[in-house]
Structure formats: structure tokens, C-alpha cells
């Protein structure tokens, strides 16, 4: 291993204890042309209301640069009992920063951490340093094209008795999210194991908190403010978008084309492309860490 691992916990300016976990290369990293270290990497999981997932992504890449992911508040091992708000998300990233002695930073938002990613440069475009993109932020009318898209993947079956758990107030969380995860995936005999996985991992789902800040992005949709996100995203912004997430890659190269920026496409991959396609997904993410330390 040419990193080494650490674990922390910081406490916010409301009183919320955020834990966190940082990766960093054993002999510091390269040094830019101007013999400073990189910004660090900051990932940032989806959800909203999944504990962190990103430890493979961050093994990618942090014997570039010190890598920071967390649990977001009200998850995991960020215990939180209260409101959640799109803008106190934001301020937890600041928080954090601040707490980590980081100015700015690299930040990798997969789903609807890409959502939290742009909403950060939105408010604080002098702290991000780069930004990738990773499926999403999904923009316009996509839902139905999502959903009729899950329902082609699952057999007549599967849809029945992913109604029926929906409905059940004493189900499973495995049973229900394997149901819902597993059409994530290119590949649908290895997406059922992921989800199984995935629906072990990262539980408990803090329901309440996808509601409101589900609420809370269509109630201040970013498809409002694509020329202020082009104007205050910085100049080093990829997209990066698994061909077969069932959530439609022509809304993600929509939003591609608006800002001006560049999309990747993962052939043979879903929501989730450093599972089937680790070695693409790894070269991508190296190569993007590298022109940011590079600069």
C-alpha cells in the first residue's frame, strides 16, 4: 500500500460531529511545477441518506494527493437528529475544509454527491479547485425515463414484489434496496451480489433526510442555474457517466454540453462504473488528479 489511512471527527459550528477518513501517500505525494503539494481530494457519496461508500474510489488515487470522504451528517457515523437543508450541507463542506486546513480542494461527487459538488462551486467557486462529475447531477425531466428504464430491467416478478416492500412498514432494508439497486448495473447477474452488497453496507438509510433534501432540490432545482454553474464552476470540470445507468447518459451529456465541459462514457457500466469497469474508471480518475496537481 502506498498510502496511509486515518480517521477523525470534527465537530461543526451547530453542534453536529461529522467523522471522517483521509488518505494520504506515505512519502507526501508529487509536487506541482510551483513545489507545493496538490489541493487535496474530496469525495463526496450519494444518497442523500447513505452513509459513505467511496473507499475504492479513494484507493485509486490517493497515493496522488490526501483524500478526504465522510459520513454526511444524520449517517454512518455522523450521528445527527434534525433538519437537513441543501445550504447546511454545503456549510459542513466548508467546515470541514476549514477543520482539514485546506483552502480549496479537488472535489469527486458521485450521484447526488455531484449535486452537493456543484452547489459548493455555487457558493464558494474559490474552493474548488477541480471537479468531477460523476452520475450526475441529473438535470430536466428524467425521471420518467429512469423509471420506465429500472422497470424494462426487472421481470414482472421483481417489479410485484418491489411494490409490495415499499408498501410494508416492517420489511427489510436488505430485501428492499437489493430490489431497487440492482438494475443500477450493467451486468445483472454481478448487480444483484453489489446490490446485496451495497444494501448490507450502507444501512441504516436515513429516510427522513432523503425526503427533505429530496424536497429541497425540486424545490430549488439546479436546471434554474446551469450559466451561474458555468460561471462559477472551475475551469478543470469533467462529467463522467456510466452507458448503462438506467438513469438516462443523454441528460448527463445535456448537461455536458451547457457548461462546456467534458464528458466521459464508461462503456459496460451502470450508476456505479469503478465496480465493472475499475481499470477505465481508475485511469480517468488518475489522469484528472494528475493535470490538477500538475498545474
Not at 428504464?149 to 428492499?176: C, F, I, N, S, Y
Not at 451486468?187 to 451480489?193: H, N, Q
Not at 438513469?247 to 462504473?273: K, V
Request: overall charge positive; charged content about 30%; proline content about 7%.
Amino acid at each position: 500500500m502506498t498510502f496511509i489511512e486515518k480517521q477523525g471527527r470534527t465537530s461543526l459550528t451547530d453542534g453536529a460531529r461529522v467523522r471522517w477518513t483521509a488518505a494520504a501517500p506515505v512519502d507526501g505525494g508529487p509536487r506541482g511545477a510551483d513545489g507545493e503539494r496538490p489541493p487535496p481530494v474530496v469525495l463526496l457519496h450519494g444518497g442523500p441518506g447513505l452513509p459513505d461508500y467511496l473507499a475504492d474510489v479513494a484507493a485509486m488515487v490517493a497515493d496522488l494527493a490526501p483524500v478526504y470522504r465522510y459520513d454526511q451528517r444524520g449517517t454512518g457515523r455522523s450521528p445527527w437528529q434534525g433538519r437537513h437543508t441543501l445550504a447546511r450541507h454545503v456549510d459542513d463542506l466548508g467546515e470541514l475544509l476549514d477543520a482539514w486546513g485546506a483552502r480549496r480542494a479537488v472535489l469527486i461527487g458521485h450521484s447526488y454527491g455531484a449535486d452537493l459538488a456543484a452547489r459548493f462551486c455555487l457558493a464558494h467557486p474559490d474552493r474548488a479547485a477541480a471537479a468531477m462529475l460523476m452520475c450526475g447531477p441529473f438535470l430536466g425531466d428524467w425521471r420518467a425515463a429512469y423509471r420506465a428504464e429500472r422497470k424494462r430491467r426487472m421481470t414482472e416478478a421483481q417489479r410485484e414484489r418491489l411494490r409490495v416492500l415499499e408498501g410494508v412498514p416492517h420489511r427489510t432494508e436488505d430485501q428492499l434496496l437489493t430490489l431497487a439497486w440492482f438494475t443500477d448495473h450493467s451486468d445483472a447477474g454481478r448487480g444483484r451480489r453489489w446490490a446485496e452488497r451495497g444494501a448490507r453496507l450502507r444501512r441504516p438509510v436515513a429516510w427522513a433526510m432523503n425526503r427533505e433534501l429530496g424536497d429541497a432540490g425540486r424545490a430549488d432545482p439546479l436546471d434554474g442555474r446551469v450559466d451561474e454553474l458555468r460561471e462559477r464552476l472551475p475551469a478543470r470540470t469533467e462529467l463522467l457517466g456510466g452507458c448503462d445507468d438506467p438513469r438516462p447518459l443523454s441528460a448527463l451529456a445535456a448537461l455536458a454540453r451547457d457548461l462546456g465541459h467534458p464528458l466521459t462514457r464508461i462503456e459496460g457500466a451502470g450508476h456505479e462504473p469503478w465496480l465493472e469497469r475499475p481499470d477505465v474508471v481508475r485511469a480517468c480518475l488518475r489522469r484528472f488528479v494528475r493535470d490538477v496537481s500538475a498545474a
